[in-house]
């Protein structure tokens, strides 16, 4: 990394956040980002019935933080439970699941629900996690009151996953990152925008970023991660990128930027990854490897940023960043990786 | 099937078409479908640099008959010529593909395409095909005159194929049917139905019919075949299913009968193929096994359809029904196949 007076300077363009978690880097160290010293946040059997909760959103809310949790019940089929907590470390995760209705008022229930993200857009909150229609693809709900749920209609056909919406609309229209898929554990995968007026009807779609490059880290498949921060230089997108090895597929964290106004257009994306599975939290569990974020809390004063991210399948984890380091970091490592630049094809 | 007085009455709702091909069901036979005696109607090396055309779609057109046809040149990438037909039959088939342009007027070549279906919807005619993006999926162009093909942005991210337009609106909106898949030779395949108001952006999507049931034609993967027929007992859709063998997949021709205001209802389906690989062009070729429906030409005066399938990935061929007599063979030989009364699921 370079010193700090050649790096750029680079706000985050959003709200104030002086209670989100913090801890400084550690003294000597220098990667980009860096864990949390208490990590796992979320322990396994966090609750009665529920073996282990991990691919998990928070955001601010009402003074506190707010959590939908991807909560694996002891029988193993995934549903979305919600969380409260005062610091954004210690959760209070209630015992049942969130009740959706459909638009109708109806109860709605999904047969399973998987890796949540959570974004506010204007003056609501959407909720986007992996739903099965026959075959899975992206759920979609909004509250605002974190009380009651309404389900919309899938915007999308089967098979896809890794839906995230972006926290404003770009010319008028919500803005939908999503990842398609197969029907099992897909061995492929690449990032696409798609966008929508009305959250029913959804078009203009665009490939955004490939897997592949230099780095083997990301060969395999890449999907979008935490709902992208707004930032002076562009939109920060944290997301996954996977190997597949002889034993099975490793899961790390990159980043990248995307074109403020275009957001399908990469500006900016690490050649390197920026975390990977490596203390025995991310070594070991129900699913060995993996680093899988889901969200960020940030604070537009002073730039920080917490990244929340499962941990093997088992457990939540907590990174810190500064979005001037983040940045200046992915512009750094840019590696333009085939395929991000359209090629004319959309 | 039953005798002709236990029949019901069905009418195709549609216009005359009194130059379609036709023969008379042969004597002695109780075939639901029939072949055309002189088949296949386009042999191999059809034209100059082209080795095969097979999966095509027809109309008529300025009192003749138009062809959107799959042509793999030598060099076995796919791409759409045109063909003209007096009869239906005996086809003309221009030497270069179809050149499409942007919706800004600028040249646009699809990578490859394939599979092609056509409908006339209002004043305008649309191509469907399988077209590349990162992947396949649903590529579609208008015409009003068979001159200027303007291309219109892919509805759908990957990977889908088998994308069939409706020929006329329901409720307002455009339906249109596809096969959501993977990447490769998919292993799996239901048929679903989105709609839009515009073309543009797409909604809506319900689950229409399942692979499986308890025959064994359709067991691995269904898809929509010509675009669907509007008769006085709903939409008639010609499909094909498919079956994997120790050998190979077996493509196999069905029918079914969807509601004609909801057309995500099935109200029928027949649980046997209708048609079925057995003469030389269907059983031998690129793909061993394929009879794959793209098209009809159907006469409302006398319910006469002529159906338009490749044979084999090789070859077309063309094949008989009376809509009185297929319809009542699906009604007859329903089976209702789990995941078509949607189970509460959208």
């Given at each position: 990394m370079k010193g700090d007076l050649k790096m750029k300077e680079v706000k985050i363009i959003g709200e104030s956040l002086s209670n989100m978690p913090w801890q400084d880097r550690p003294k000597g160290k220098c990667d980009p980002v860096w864990r949390y010293t208490e990590n796992p946040i979320i322990n396994r059997?966090?609750?009665?019935?529920?073996s282990r909760i991990f691919n998990s959103a928070v955001m601010p809310y009402d003074n506190k933080f707010v959590g939908v949790l991807r909560a694996e019940p002891i029988n193993g089929r995934p549903l979305l439970h919600l969380g409260w907590s005062e610091n954004g470390v210690d959760w209070e995760i209630e015992e049942e699941g969130i009740d959706f209705i459909d638009e109708d008022g109806k109860p709605y229930q999904p047969r399973y629900a998987y890796d949540p993200r959570l974004v506010k857009v204007e003056d609501t909150y959407y909720i986007m996690w992996c739903t099965d229609f026959f075959g899975p693809t992206i759920g979609m709900a909004k509250t605002k009151d974190f009380k009651t749920f309404v389900r919309l209609e899938n915007p999308f056909l089967p098979f896809n996953r890794n839906g995230v919406l972006f926290p404003r609309k770009i010319n008028g229209n919500f803005i939908l990152l999503s990842r398609p898929s197969d029907s099992g554990h897909t061995p492929f995968g690449d990032i696409f925008l798609s966008e929508s007026k009305d959250l029913k009807f959804w078009g203009k779609h665009r490939h955004v970023m490939s897997k592949g490059g230099n780095g083997w880290w990301q060969s395999m498949k890449i999907g979008g991660g935490a709902v992208p921060i707004e930032t002076s230089e562009g939109w920060l997108l944290f997301y996954h990128g996977v190997v597949n090895t002889c034993n099975g597929y490793v899961y790390s964290m990159g980043a990248a930027i995307l074109d403020?106004?275009?957001?399908?257009?990469?500006k900016y994306r690490s050649g390197n990854f920026i975390l990977t599975p490596e203390k025995w939290y991310e070594e070991k569990g129900f699913v060995d490897n993996v680093v899988f974020p889901c969200a960020t809390l940030h604070d537009a004063d002073t730039g920080r940023i917490a990244i929340y991210y499962g941990a093997a399948d088992t457990y939540v984890g907590v990174a810190f960043t500064n979005v001037k380091d983040i940045v200046n970091y992915v512009i750094d490592t840019h590696e333009a990786i085939e395929g991000d630049q359209h090629l004319g094809r959309i």
């Open positions: 059997n966090p609750i009665k019935g529920v403020i106004d275009e957001p399908s257009k990469v």
